[in-house]
């Protein structure tokens, strides 16, 4: 039984110890979940600084793209290669599966925590370690490689910078490692009596495919990392061509995480997804077994579609044919969800609340950046279309447009379990407005340039290539972007002084987290752990108003009325 | 729901080192066992690229690496391979002391393991040594003579080892004669050879210390019939460095 009143005062995760160790040392999941997300909402501000940078010297008019110094040109490259790396490594990986994974995924399953929270303390702690690898490499030279570290350019010219970034992404890697053996073996061993496969919410779907995917591709990416440190180093040889290396299989190695970890990115936006869509719908989502089975579907694809990364690079065409065939299958399993979500919305009765706005908004991004990536997988199309801003547009769609927006629904839809407060008004749905015209404004206009032959990390464009309207659109929605940004921060900061307080279950959500306090006690379930039904029965909760907010329905002989009912 | 659910540990009957947040023993050691497979099947795929660099180069290369094979020290390498065996059976028979709780046994095991695992170092050493003296190094680094301009290689090196520059001896092919990207190729056979052992050597000095770790845990008492599963997955990384040498030692050494 759920506890009807809620109060701050009362002893809960986050004022049950006080202190700086105390949360730097805890192996409390809620915690190490918090501070992966301060940490990467810290570097999302670092990383959106040099994106804010690379659109102001894309500005029409601003630069004279002709007239620029090599070291202006410098500090270019510098601040793509930094906004990607910092963006991927250090944000968008993390974001979800580490920050709101950790904090949600011991909860939905009515545990205490994660199966080997040491583990967990480790996976931040290495973290933190790789961040601060970064942000060296920010003092130490001017990193230009590109996110992608290829050889030889990587391992060929001295700047050290090279070196401190390759060691922090290695060391992430690690992190990441840790964190996806933890979350299978948590959902594998620790789901509650009851809890089948198929009655799992399909968020833990969702982390359990990411986690597979981390677990298998992140040693490759961790030994090809560390390869080019030794390459880079002491000359080795595997990588470089004038000493008899293959460049080309460093390319290969790169992406064959470099792919996956794209839906590593994605897939967790996806269950966040399904969340909100049977929450606000009020309604038990549509196909949800295929919904699960299209996650680890995705996982599963993502290991053998890489080359289409390649198409230019010289690998054999055949090849390039078979990548490019097995990468439109991709597009299956993503088409079931969209399907099954836009299913789900029918007849729902919707609630357009901020974490649902979020939700709505990537049926729409992740629409554009999905069939965009159509094009990519279309051999003859893809190679036109490689190395320009369609491909730039495209993944920012699918990277920003729907794993990032994920990620803010996610924290707004469980914003009131984390703190106890309502982050919810017409504020925050500005904020979420706004960021969708921005993103709008900022990357559809990038769709042409790209087809029309605009090069992507280049640091400028004459005037006479007409890309003048497009970057305005671009740099004016950049500005857009940032601001709706800006105002879903601040709403939340807000709501510590001003938001309401809010229920154990302020949206309807039947999954288990929502059983327990907002706060949740120390150990989560202070009442015996709820007993596990389908997490998509809305029938199971009903609204109390106000100031409890959703309360299970009882006695529970009413679901079988209703069942009785529907039936007749 | 059972009672221990709630309780935070404070229940008497609780066994002390079943930790907070499992309901059973069993419960703890299925997800410490699933926990290890996982981390081992990371540790197969860690060593996977270079699995792959070597595979894509010797079928790319099949004579340079016949040729450079030759170069490695097939006595030290199956020295290595028992030494390793041996020090998995030891580690082996120590997760059995340990669920029988033979405290002595189990210190003993341990302790000839970690000997073993020090002998493949100083092994490993030796050899690592004959290579730095002969300059039989991968191709970028200076003291080579896998270089693929001839001019390049220092004239001390080109006559130190009469053995690569004599053709009626080991080789078939004098390493001065060799054509120049031949040369450089073996040079690249040398990286391969180099960084595999070199990852192997770093897992098995982790392992090393492991071992030390779990002895300092033996002798405080830790393990018995009802906790014995740091030893167990202990053992099970163990098992997995024993294997990929078993998988090195044909692959770079018995090359013909």
């Known amino acids: 039984m759920a506890p009807s009143t809620n109060s701050l005062d009362r002893t809960h995760y986050l004022n049950a110890t006080k202190g700086f160790r105390s949360w730097f040392m805890t192996i409390d999941h809620k915690r190490l979940g918090l501070m992966y997300l301060w940490s990467v909402v810290g570097c999302f501000i670092l990383g959106g600084f040099f994106a804010m940078k690379i659109r102001w010297t894309l500005t029409p008019g601003v630069t004279d793209f002709m007239a620029q110094s090599v ?17 991927i490594f250090l944000v968008i990986i993390p974001s979800i599966p580490a920050a709101l994974g950790n904090f949600v995924l011991p909860i939905m399953l009515g545990v205490k925590d994660v199966a080997f929270p040491k583990l967990n303390r480790l996976s931040y702690h290495l973290w933190l370690i790789g961040a601060l690898l970064f942000v060296a490499t920010l003092f130490i030279g001017n990193l230009d490689t590109g996110w992608t570290f290829y050889p030889p350019y990587s391992t060929g010219h001295t700047d050290p910078s090279v070196i401190t970034a390759v060691l922090g992404a290695f060391v992430l890697g690690f992190s990441s490692i840790f964190t996806g053996l933890n979350f299978i073996v948590t959902i594998h061993k620790m789901r509650p009596p009851g809890m089948t496969w198929f009655k799992m919410p399909l968020f833990l779907w969702a982390i359990y495919a990411t986690a597979i995917i981390q677990v298998l591709a992140t040693p490759v990416i961790g030994i090809s990392l560390l390869l080019l440190l030794v390459e880079k180093t002491m000359n080795i040889g595997i990588f470089t061509p004038a000493l008899g290396g293959d460049p080309v299989f460093f390319q290969h190695l790169f992406w064959f995480y470099s792919h996956p970890a794209v839906y590593v990115m994605i897939l967790p936006g996806m269950g966040v997804m399904s969340e909100l869509f049977a929450t606000f719908a009020r309604k038990p989502i549509f196909g949800y077994k295929s919904i699960a089975m299209s996650s680890i579907a995705i996982a599963i694809l993502s290991f053998i579609v890489w080359g289409h990364h390649m198409f230019v690079s010289g690998q054999s065409e055949t090849m390039s044919v078979i990548f490019s065939a097995l990468t439109f ?12 979500w836009i299913a789900t919305l029918y007849k729902g009765s919707i609630a357009f609340t901020t974490p649902m706005l979020y939700g709505l908004s990537i049926i729409w991004l992740f629409g554009i950046g999905g069939l965009t990536g159509m094009f990519h997988a279309t051999l003859g199309t893809s190679v036109h279309l490689h190395d320009t801003y369609f491909v730039v547009a495209h993944f920012h769609f699918v990277m920003v447009g729907s794993a990032l927006f994920g990620f803010i629904g996610g924290i707004f839809y469980w914003w009131p379990k984390m703190y106890g407060r309502m982050a919810e008004g017409a504020l925050s749905k500005w904020g979420c407005l706004l960021s969708f015209v921005g993103f709008n404004m900022t990357f559809l206009p990038l769709f042409p340039a790209g087809s029309q032959g605009m090069p992507r ?112 | 729901m059972s009672t221990t659910a709630n309780d935070h540990g404070h229940d008497p009957n609780r066994p002390k080192h079943l930790a907070h947040h499992f309901e059973t023993l069993g419960q703890q050691f299925d997800s410490g066992k699933l926990g290890i497979w996982v981390f081992l099947l990371t540790e197969v795929l860690f060593f996977s690229a270079l699995f792959v660099a070597y ?24 020295i290595n391979t028992v030494v390793l065996l041996l020090s998995s059976f030891t580690f082996a028979w120590a997760v059995r002391n340990a669920m029988l709780g033979e405290k002595r046994k189990l210190m003993l095991n341990l302790l000839v393991t970690l000997v073993c695992a020090g002998g493949f170092m100083g092994i490993k050493y030796v050899e690592y040594s004959h290579k730095f003296h002969d300059g039989t190094l991968w191709g970028g680094n200076a003291s080579t003579i896998f270089k693929a301009d001839p001019a390049e290689i220092p004239a001390e090196i080109k006559e130190v080892s009469e053995a690569w520059n004599n053709p009626e001896g080991k080789f078939s092919v004098a390493v001065r004669d060799l054509d120049p990207a031949f040369r450089q190729k073996v040079g690249v056979f040398f990286g ?3 960084c595999l052992t070199g990852l192997h050597g770093i897992h098995v000095m982790l392992g090393m210390i492991l071992i030390i770790w779990l002895m300092m845990r033996t002798k405080r008492g830790d393990f018995g019939p009802t906790n014995f599963n740091a030893i167990d997955f202990g053992a099970l990384y163990w098992h997995l460095v024993d294997l990929i040498w078993i998988f090195l030692f044909p692959l770079l050494y018995l090359i013909t």
């Open chain 2, 55 to 78: 595979t894509m180069y010797r079928s790319n290369y099949p004579e340079v690496f016949q040729y450079a094979s030759q170069f490695l020290d097939t006595k030290m390498g199956a």
């Open chain 2, 192 to 194: 391969v050879y180099f």
């Open chain 1, 457 to 568: 990390r280049y640091a400028g464009y004459t005037e006479a290539a007409g890309f003048d309207s497009y970057n305005m659109s671009a740099t004016i929605g950049s500005m857009v972007l940032a601001l709706g940004l800006c105002i879903a921060l601040y709403s939340l900061l807000r709501s510590f002084k001003h938001g309401e307080k809010a229920p154990a279950n302020p949206w309807g959500g039947v999954t288990l987290e929502w059983q327990c306090e907002s706060p949740p006690p120390e150990h989560n379930f202070d009442i015996d752990p709820p007993t596990v039904d389908n997490p998509y029965d809305m029938t199971l909760v009903e609204w109390r108003g106000q100031e409890e907010g959703f309360l299970p329905k009882n006695p529970r002989s009413d679901d079988k009325c209703i069942a009785d009912i529907q039936q007749a």
């Open chain 1, 329 to 340: 299958s991709v597009a299956v399993p993503s088409a079931i969800k969209v399907f099954n």
């Open chain 1, 71 to 87: 070291e202006q040109m410098n500090a270019y490259n510098n601040a793509f290669t930094v906004h990607g790396a910092v963006m």
